[in-house]
């Protein structure tokens, strides 16, 4: 499968090159970049030189499949030509994601750049639509935040056993803010603090809204989302709280058990999401593809608690885009995507 990689210049674009670089029916024909454009990829990415590619100002030979890793808007604005023309694109922006080109503009204060097109996109949650996935050309890849906090929602809201006012509280790695500079990560001002931000409300609060609303028609959610900034580099933990609907449970006291084995039961053929027995930490998905999820009820209040970690740029990006690429090609979505995590 010959594969092209939009805009390989920021984190995301360059880990998708790393696990591609392993994937046994890829290979990856054509990179572009802007800033760096006619540089051998080693000059950028030293990590990245086995691959022997130069970066090319734009996506040249045909290509089986495209990946998009640029800024939205710069993203709808390279791919739409390519989705017109019929070429399976994975999109790692948000510009397919928000369903309505009114709230995309609310909230990317800019108009849709291709509103005809949200339609026919795909949200790439890989465990939740597998079979939309197999069966689209346009893969809105979604955001770090909300898969970590979507996959640790997601059976409970199905089984309709929460309030929708549900709080989840998520520490993001300064690799999830791209490798721009900006005053908010720099070395000192993230080292050894931790701070909220975006603490009006985050631009992955209305996918989020979206996507837990999809999933039962008798939820209206009504998430309270409150990203913060770790000094990590890589990884996203995600406490989901939650309040059950009143007498979902005939004995309260077997609530914990019945709740464990309706995540083990969700999640039981999946590779990459794992329900844990200990409250999981983001340095046991370092570099790999894994979520991991903890739920528990918490006793002395009978209230949810649901604990995800997974690593921002693997299963909040490259990972996931590539989990879909392999959907859409009719591949195992496993595939290219197995590896254990860095530890510690
Ligand atoms: N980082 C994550 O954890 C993560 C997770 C999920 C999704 N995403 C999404 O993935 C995409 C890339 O994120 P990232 O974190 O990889 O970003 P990044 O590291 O900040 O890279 C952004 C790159 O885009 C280039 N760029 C900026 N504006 C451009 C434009 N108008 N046209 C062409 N190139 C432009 C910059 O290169 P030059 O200025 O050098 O040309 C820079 O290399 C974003 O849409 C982001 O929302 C990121």
């Not at 080693?42 to 734009?58: C, N, R």
């Not at 084995?261 to 590779?271: H, Q």
Request: aromatic share 8%; hydrophobic share 40%; proline share 7%.
């Amino acid at each position: 499968l010959k594969i092209g990689i939009i805009n390989i210049t920021g984190y995301a674009g360059a880990e998708l090159a790393r696990i591609l670089s392993r994937h046994p029916e890829a290979q990856i024909t054509t990179i572009t970049g802007r800033s760096e454009a006619g540089k051998k990829l080693g000059q950028v990415f030293p990590h990245l030189s086995h691959l022997d590619m130069t970066i090319a100002p734009e996506l040249g030979d045909s290509v089986d499949v495209v990946f998009s890793a640029l800024p939205q808007v710069a993203s709808a604005e390279a791919i739409v030509p390519l989705v017109r023309a019929g070429i399976p694109v994975v999109d790692i922006s948000a510009d397919f994601r928000l369903k309505s080109a009114e709230e995309y503009q609310q909230w990317y204060q800019t108009p849709h750049p291709a509103p005809d097109l949200l339609e026919n996109s795909t949200y790439g949650l890989t465990e939740l639509y597998r079979s939309n996935i197999k069966h689209s050309r346009l893969i809105a890849n979604p955001g770090c935040y909300p898969t970590g906090a979507i996959l640790a929602l997601a059976p409970v809201i199905k089984e309709g056993l929460i309030e929708p006012d549900i709080v989840i509280d998520a520490k993001s790695g300064v690799s999830g803010a791209g490798r721009g500079l900006s005053l908010t990560t720099h070395f000192s001002e993230v080292n050894e603090n931790v701070f909220a931000y975006a603490v009006e409300g985050h631009r992955h609060l209305p996918e989020i809204t979206q996507e837990l609303a999809r999933l039962n028609v008798d939820f209206r959610p009504s998430p309270l989302f409150q990203p913060h900034l770790i000094p990590m580099t890589r990884g996203i933990l995600t406490s989901c709280y939650a309040t059950f609907v009143s007498g979902v449970f005939k004995d309260p006291k077997m609530a914990a058990k019945q709740v464990r084995d309706l995540y083990e039961t969700f999640y039981n053929k999946e590779r990459f999401v794992k329900v844990v027995s200990i409250p999981p930490q983001t340095k046991q998905t370092w570099g790999n593809n894994h979520c991991l999820i903890y739920p528990m009820v918490e006793p002395r209040t009978g209230r949810l608690v649901i604990i995800s970690a997974l690593d921002n740029l693997v299963k909040g990006a490259a990972g996931q885009a590539i989990q879909n690429m392999n959907l859409m090609l009719g591949l195992p979505d496993h595939l290219g995507l197995e590896g254990v995590a860095i530890y510690p």
